[in-house]
């Protein structure tokens, strides 16, 4: 890698950072038995053919997440990860259903990632945001009691909410009514969309859900109208692109849209979604765009530039970490 570029990570989600060698520590810690002997065995079984394959397994493996300490764990990790790449402030997505739905109370996932999020600025140098997904392929009725649940922590631990999991045939709309609640509450509103989803999913995403960006979106490029007032109004897009390919969104990296979104003036930003599982952190993003897109530090600067401005932080720290990123030295 590179000297890694002060980048801003927007589209991360926590369970998305389990390593196969934390998941084997954890189940052990917690009795729990894999049905994978290695880490390399486990490794191997991260291979997808879309979206659901990859969920079936991501679910599976989240079992071995049970108290607080393994969700502070599991943080931790994924921050000392992404400082090493250049991460510099991360917007982090849970998905609390997937943990309350088993049996988990609310209490040890917050506790544990508060406990990570907490310490992270000065352990890490990473300063943090948590954004609360619903999973869409769930009931709305889920989605809301999730809300209610978790009010306790709005506004401390909690800045944000999001929309995650299984998008085909689940469009956003659905969803108006706790999206509406959470703006109430002051929080941030963003939303998964346009990733398998058609185009039509982002424009119910700004239009019906009021969100401030967009996660992923990629399939906005099909609707030359809708990209002009993405353009326009300047919507951040939070693309991943080592997941689009491994979740076949994309044949090959060298296929991917982001030059052209580049091009089209979006605000673009490069991020890892689910890191563990979809090979490679914020910076192995960065490089794979690099080193497969043929792009240079013109375009990687101004990559790490959208991502600050595209993030929630006050306007003061956006303009000292876009400073850093203007005088950045690649090596
Ligand atoms: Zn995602």
Redo the contacts with the bound molecule.
């Keep these: 890698m590179i000297n890694p570029v002060p980048k801003a990570e927007l589209?991360l989600?926590i369970e998305g950072t389990l390593e196969p060698e934390l998941a084997l520590s954890l189940a052990a810690r917690n009795g729990l038995a894999l049905p994978y002997a290695s880490a390399d065995e486990l490794r191997a079984a991260y291979e997808f053919a879309d979206l659901r394959s990859f969920l079936n397994l991501y679910y599976r493996l989240m079992e071995v997440l049970r108290t607080e300490d393994d969700f502070a764990d599991l943080a931790d990790a994924y921050l000392e990860r992404a400082a090493a790449q250049g991460v510099r402030h991360a917007e982090i997505f849970f998905d609390p259903q997937a943990h309350t739905g088993r049996g988990v109370p609310l209490e040890a996932v917050l506790g544990g990632l508060g406990r990570a999020l907490t310490g992270a600025a000065g352990r890490h140098g990473v300063t943090t945001r948590l954004i609360l997904c619903f999973l869409r392929d769930e009931p709305v009725s889920s989605a809301l009691a999730t809300f209610e649940a978790a009010r306790p922590w709005f506004g401390t631990l909690i800045t944000g909410v999001g929309l995650?999991s299984a998008e085909v045939g689940h469009p956003p709309a659905a969803f108006r009514a706790v999206y509406d609640l959470a703006r109430d509450a002051g929080l941030h509103l963003v939303a998964?969309a346009g990733e398998e989803g058609p185009p039509e999913y982002v424009t119910e995403a700004l239009d019906v859900l009021g969100v401030q960006r967009i996660?992923h979106g990629i399939r906005s490029m099909e609707d030359p109208a809708l990209v002009a007032r993405l353009v326009r109004e300047q919507v951040p897009l939070t693309v991943?692109p080592l997941s689009n390919v491994r979740l076949r969104c994309v044949e090959r990296l060298a296929d991917h849209p982001l030059p052209a979104m580049l091009e089209a003036g979006l605000l673009v930003t490069v991020n890892s979604?689910d890191p563990s599982y979809f090979g490679g952190y914020a910076g192995d993003n960065f490089d794979a765009v690099r080193r497969e897109l043929g792009l240079g530090e013109a375009e990687l600067r101004r990559l790490a530039a959208n991502s600050f401005r595209a993030s929630f932080l006050p306007q003061e720290d956006k303009d000292a970490y876009l400073k850093e990123v203007a005088a950045h030295d690649f090596g």
């Design positions: 589209h989600h995650d998964h996660d991943c979604d």
